[in-house]
């Protein structure tokens, strides 16, 4: 079970025995930093619990992820999982999202009405609320009383940070999980899976993704966008030496090779467009590409083409 959650394996563990000897608790409270599958963790157990397949029940199966239930729950519209978060509470009360700073009581009020009610479709009623850190101390109070007389067939979830952030009386009566930091191994295998990144960089970002998927997924981003818009600066920009000896230093530090590569993306989709004036560039970018690929001096490579690029721009406008 849980085969696309990244790391974890003692809350894997903990929730699949319960799972399978039908010894589940009807709360829990996932702890730990962003990014490291507490909700990721709660979604999948919604949907092995609901799961058509019931294949778990004697295997390790986990959820099928193809019966009706568990498809409607990857898309969010299984009328039987309920996330109560600022999502809900901003639409519930008609504000925009970024007014929404705390749960309150009115929000607790309308997931203890759906408590309420029957079950629709499926066989367990799952309500998540995130940030459980974030209710005002009426909402947890309100909360509490769902706790002391939780309904059959019904589980509920808080995913928080921190441990002291919780009411003692609702952590007495939640089974909390405390889930780990990833490993920096697990963090760069994932990247060089699902990114097809450079074993390297992989590691690279992984050290400071200080053990949060979420955090390592922002990192890529923000390269990736880097990357890509340095082929638009250089096209727009004029730059100082002094720029470009820095530009040159900092990317050599962080992958010369991936910024070769996406400026190379991105001067293709111009040559489509303008052949003539992009080809001089592109022959410059595939010879610094071809040379980081035999180990020339990154930095001594990114200097020479940002420095051709550049002539290049001043004295024909191809660039």
């Known amino acids: 079970m849980f085969e696309n959650i990244l790391g974890q394996q003692k809350i894997k563990k903990i929730i699949s025995n319960q799972i399978k000897s039908c010894k589940i608790a009807h709360a829990?409270?996932?702890?730990?930093?962003?990014?490291?599958?507490?909700r990721l963790t709660a979604i999948e157990f919604?949907?092995?619990?609901?799961?058509?397949?019931?294949?778990?029940?004697?295997?390790?199966?986990?959820?099928c992820g193809k019966c009706i239930p568990c498809k409607k729950i990857e898309k969010n519209i299984h009328p039987d999982l309920h996330f109560i978060d600022f999502v809900r509470q901003a639409e519930l009360e008609e504000e925009v999202l970024e007014k929404q700073k705390t749960l309150k009581i009115e929000t607790i009020k309308y997931m203890q009405k759906e408590i309420a009610t029957k079950i629709h479709e499926g066989k367990w009623k799952i309500f998540i609320i995130e940030p459980a850190e974030k209710m005002n101390a009426v909402a947890a109070n309100s909360l509490l009383k769902t706790l002391e007389e939780p309904p059959e067939n019904t589980i509920i979830i808080l995913i928080a940070k921190?441990?002291?952030?919780?009411?003692?009386?609702?952590?007495?009566?939640?089974?909390?999980?405390f889930f780990q930091p990833l490993?920096?191994?697990?963090?760069?295998?994932?990247?060089?899976?699902?990114?097809?990144?450079a074993a390297a960089k992989a590691r690279d970002v992984a050290k400071l993704?200080?053990?949060?998927?979420?955090?390592?997924?922002?990192?890529?981003?923000?390269?990736?966008?880097?990357?890509?818009s340095l082929w638009l600066k250089l096209k727009t920009r004029n730059f100082y030496i002094s720029d470009i000896l820095e530009l040159s230093k900092n990317i050599a530090a962080t992958g010369a090779l991936e910024c070769v590569d996406a400026m190379?993306?991105?001067?293709?989709?111009?040559?489509?467009?303008y052949p003539q004036r992009t080809a001089p560039a592109l022959e410059l970018l595939s010879v610094s590409r071809v040379l980081l690929l035999?180990?020339?001096?990154?930095?001594?490579?990114?200097?020479?083409?940002?420095?051709?690029?550049?002539?290049?721009?001043?004295?024909?406008?191809l660039l």
């Open 162 to 177: 921190h441990k002291e952030t919780i009411p003692q009386t609702i952590l007495s009566r939640s089974q909390t999980l």
């Open 183 to 197: 490993g920096q191994n697990e963090i760069s295998n994932w990247l060089i899976l699902n990114h097809s990144m």
């Open 28 to 38: 829990y409270i996932f702890m730990g930093q962003d990014g490291v599958g507490k």
């Open 294 to 317: 035999k180990n020339v001096n990154a930095r001594t490579v990114l200097d020479n083409l940002f420095f051709d690029l550049s002539d290049l721009k001043k004295m024909s406008g």
């Open 46 to 63: 919604a949907k092995i619990l609901n799961c058509n397949a019931d294949d778990f029940i004697k295997t390790d199966a986990g959820a």
């Open 209 to 228: 993704s200080e053990g949060s998927l979420e955090n390592a997924k922002k990192l890529v981003d923000r390269d990736e966008k880097e990357e890509s």
């Open 264 to 273: 190379i993306a991105e001067a293709k989709k111009d040559f489509r467009t």
